[in-house]
């Protein structure tokens, strides 16, 4: 009921992820006065997410339906957001602020920023409850947590619009490394779309200032020092040169990390 009553918020669909069963069903009635239009069972079937994902999306196309790909967007940053603990308004305004410094229009820059915060959706497609876990990863979960780039990318290609087209993109290829040693293609270089490589500066940023379950954040000059050794190996040295140029450290700490 809060969420639905924000403003341009009421047309979001919100599906509840519960481990009621049906023997009670008086919080699902009351889950459905308040505004759910689906239920979820733990524990939670992702490839059912998958799909349900997908219908939303086809939905949020449709002429004349209420669900406007903006709110949908909207519900799914939360989504994002949930699956790592991280604030990606400050991802998404250091993706915008770069793309602005390499010359981008005012409006791809818009669309960046908007489609920026969907790098990772794909995670809870072929990760789920490893991104959890406080301890690093073996080399079979890492191998499978990989795969989320090509999970989000076939999720957000169904999208008919322009930020979900974006966003797959971006999916797809934000862990493409310039020297050609990222995944899931090996792309190199001017191989690698632009937005991509621009969000992969502003994810690492986001990422090493962010606390996660198997480390502390790193200190603000860390981040730098460490984005310096990157440029021209794993980074787009454009994109490093713009990022340093336009973004102020205080903007960075101004959106503190949050704690997973």
């Given at each position: 009921?809060?969420?639905?009553?924000?403003p341009h918020c009421d047309?979001?669909?919100?599906?509840?992820?519960?481990?009621?069963?049906?023997?009670?069903?008086?919080?699902?009635?009351?889950?459905?006065?308040?505004?759910?239009?689906?239920?979820?069972?733990?524990?939670?079937?992702?490839?059912?997410?998958?799909?349900?994902?997908?219908?939303?999306?086809?939905?949020?196309?449709?002429?004349?339906?209420?669900?406007?790909?903006?709110d949908f967007n909207t519900?799914?940053?939360?989504?994002?957001?949930?699956?790592?603990?991280?604030?990606?308004?400050?991802?998404?305004?250091?993706?915008?602020?770069?793309?602005?410094?390499?010359?981008?229009?005012?409006?791809?820059?818009?669309?960046?920023?908007?489609?920026?915060?969907?790098?990772?959706?794909?995670?809870?497609?072929?990760?789920?409850?490893?991104?959890?876990?406080?301890?690093?990863?073996?080399?079979?979960?890492?191998?499978?947590?990989?795969?989320?780039?090509?999970?989000?990318?076939?999720?957000?290609?169904?999208?008919?619009?322009?930020?979900?087209?974006?966003?797959?993109?971006?999916?797809l290829s934000h862990h493409?490394?310039?020297?050609?040693?990222?995944?899931?293609?090996?792309?190199?270089?001017?191989?690698?779309?632009?937005?991509?490589?621009?969000?992969?500066?502003?994810?690492?940023?986001?990422?090493?200032?962010?606390?996660?379950?198997?480390?502390?954040?790193?200190?603000?000059?860390?981040?730098?020092?460490?984005?310096?050794?990157?440029?021209?190996?794993?980074?787009?040295?454009?994109?490093?040169?713009?990022?340093?140029?336009?973004?102020?450290?205080?903007?960075?700490?101004?959106?503190?990390?949050?704690?997973?």
């Open positions: 009921r809060r969420l639905h009553a924000l047309a979001i669909p919100v599906v509840m992820i519960t481990a009621l069963n049906d023997g009670d069903k008086s919080i699902r009635y009351e889950a459905l006065d308040a505004g759910v239009i689906d239920f979820l069972c733990k524990p939670m079937d992702y490839k059912e997410w998958h799909f349900r994902c997908r219908n939303f999306l086809h939905l949020a196309q449709c002429p004349g339906q209420k669900v406007l790909t903006s519900a799914l940053f939360s989504v994002a957001e949930s699956l790592n603990g991280r604030n990606h308004k400050r991802m998404a305004m250091v993706s915008r602020r770069i793309a602005q410094l390499m010359g981008l229009s005012e409006e791809a820059c818009e669309l960046l920023e908007k489609a920026a915060p969907l790098n990772d959706l794909g995670q809870l497609l072929v990760a789920g409850p490893l991104l959890w876990f406080p301890n690093k990863f073996h080399e079979k979960e890492r191998i499978k947590v990989r795969h989320h780039t090509l999970a989000g990318y076939q999720l957000l290609k169904q999208g008919g619009s322009p930020l979900f087209r974006k966003g797959a993109a971006i999916a493409e490394q310039y020297n050609g040693k990222g995944y899931p293609h090996g792309f190199r270089g001017s191989e690698i779309p632009l937005e991509a490589r621009i969000v992969a500066v502003a994810d690492l940023v986001d990422a090493l200032l962010s606390n996660r379950p198997h480390r502390q954040a790193w200190s603000l000059d860390q981040v730098l020092d460490y984005l310096k050794q990157c440029r021209g190996q794993r980074l787009d040295p454009e994109c490093v040169d713009a990022f340093f140029e336009g973004v102020e450290p205080n903007q960075l700490v101004q959106l503190q990390p949050v704690s997973p």
